[in-house]
């Protein structure tokens, strides 16, 4: 993963012009067969360990055209530049739409057999981190308002610069922007915010609606 800024995609809470949600009834698993096969191949190609979760859903919102393509053009397109910058596709397999030159070691493999047990344990964040845990329930933080382009974060926009209150601590977690550089781990404490609906977006909200979010502590400072 490089380190230049991009927008954020996959942020688009509170963003306004992109229309209305218009669920879709009755809406199936997948839409097409190569949706299934899409699918396989994330799950298929995570477990190897050449990246982490975080560096695939930052590659997947680095596509110029992400907000025109659907959910799993989305999931192919990250995973295809994942696999082109780590060599594990070249271009001519690209082009001819299959593997032409040898492959490449991975550092490992999931068998078919090890697929429920796998998805089952799913990918655990807890770590120990020798950082002090500066916040408790029932503070008042703040979030920090960083900039529109500051690389993947699982800070939603809208709870930017935003008073809440803390409402549970889950102990210390991979920081996911940090994993999404490519930087490390770098584990810190993880806290459950609960922020107002008057508080997010103005008194014109239903005030008996309140938005929880999971926050790192870099996130956050004293309110």
């Known amino acids: 993963m490089s380190g230049a800024p991009y927008v954020n995609h996959a942020d688009l809470g509170g963003r306004l012009g992109l229309g209305n949600v218009e669920p879709e009834p009755n809406e199936p698993w997948f839409h097409a067969d190569w949706e299934k096969r899409a699918l396989a191949l994330t799950l298929a190609m995570g477990a190897t360990g050449a990246w982490t979760i975080d560096q695939s859903r930052a590659a997947r919102e680095q596509q110029p055209g992400y907000l025109g393509m659907s959910y ?3 999931w192919t397109g990250g995973m295809e530049r994942l696999l082109a910058d780590r060599g ?12 032409v030159d040898p492959p490449k070691p991975l ?5 078919a057999e090890n697929v429920p047990a796998t998805l089952a344990r799913g990918g655990p964040t807890g770590r120990e981190t020798g950082e002090v845990q500066r916040f408790h329930v029932g503070d008042r933080v703040r979030t920090i308002d960083m900039p529109e382009q500051a690389g993947h974060t699982r800070l939603p926009r809208y709870v930017r610069g935003k008073t809440g209150t803390v409402v549970l601590t889950h102990g210390a977690h991979v920081f996911a922007d940090s994993s999404a550089a490519g930087t490390g781990e770098a584990p810190q404490w993880l806290y459950t915010v609960r922020f107002s609906a008057h508080d997010l977006f103005g008194p014109e909200a ?7 979010v999971d926050a790192w502590d870099s996130y956050l400072m004293p309110a």
Request: hydrophobic share 40%.
């Open 72 to 74: 799993y053009e989305v």
């Open 88 to 99: 594990l596709v070249t271009e001519a397999d690209t082009a001819a739409g299959h593997a």
């Open 107 to 111: 550092p490992r493999k999931l068998l």
């Open 206 to 212: 239903d005030p008996s609606v309140s938005v929880s």
